[in-house]
């Protein structure tokens, strides 16, 4: 008697995990944010989920012509969590930008719960944060979670840690590229604003320590800025990047600057 019940059960979850809505749930889950979701193919993936390949992630809301997240394959499974809560969530495996995304999604409180884990992710091939004017190597990993509202950035909340490798920025600003080197930062979000708690790089051209906020609008490209930072430059690349110190307020060092204005137009003081 165990053993047809167990094998029952077997048969339940291998039936309940084929016939997932998969695609029809992120799309669910993605639409709240602004996006939406397509795919090319499905296909049972064992022992629970399904794969899908050519996965593109498009903004609803902006006239760009290229979606912002592309991968080549994704493992999906629905969360165990969601299905405690009768609410449906999916956990989702990715290849993404030449590292692994894993990212759990699903609906909270009339808004959308994510927490993610990235690994080495290369961030001079994604699309979802460009800097105005200017482009970025390096990869980027990192962990945290948040709460997104569908209609007010005002409700947001969430936290988390990214840490950077070999990370070097490319400026019209300056002659040469600027390397970074490495990074670690903690944010937080709340009421509409992205508080950077801790930023420090090591190991490049520059050391840069900074905190400060990024308050959000509905256009990235607006949001705007109030943050502190301080440069100081390693000795080797003083006269490599002395153009932009030039058109620095004043010179690197333990004097901080001011970044204010908006993310497409900066200001420094």
Known sequence: A????????????????????????????????GFEFSSASQSIRFPVGAELTDVRVSSMTSAAAYPVIECPVITIAPSILSLLKFQPGVRVKASLYDGVAIVTIRPSGGGTAISYDLDAVNIARQRLFVLPGAAASGTM????????????LETDTGDGEMSGAGLTIMSALASAPIRLGNAQAKFKLDRGALTIMELKTSGGDLTVVATGTIQLAPDPAHSTLAIQFTLVPAPAAVSRLGMLFALLPHPPGPEPYQLTGTLFAPRIS
């Open 2 to 33: 165990l053993g047809y019940a167990a094998f029952g059960l077997v048969l339940f979850v291998a039936f309940l995990f084929a016939t997932f809505p998969y695609t029809a749930t992120l799309s669910k889950v993605l639409a709240p944010m």
């Open 141 to 152: 990993s990192g962990h945290g979670e948040l709460w997104l509202s569908p209609a007010d």
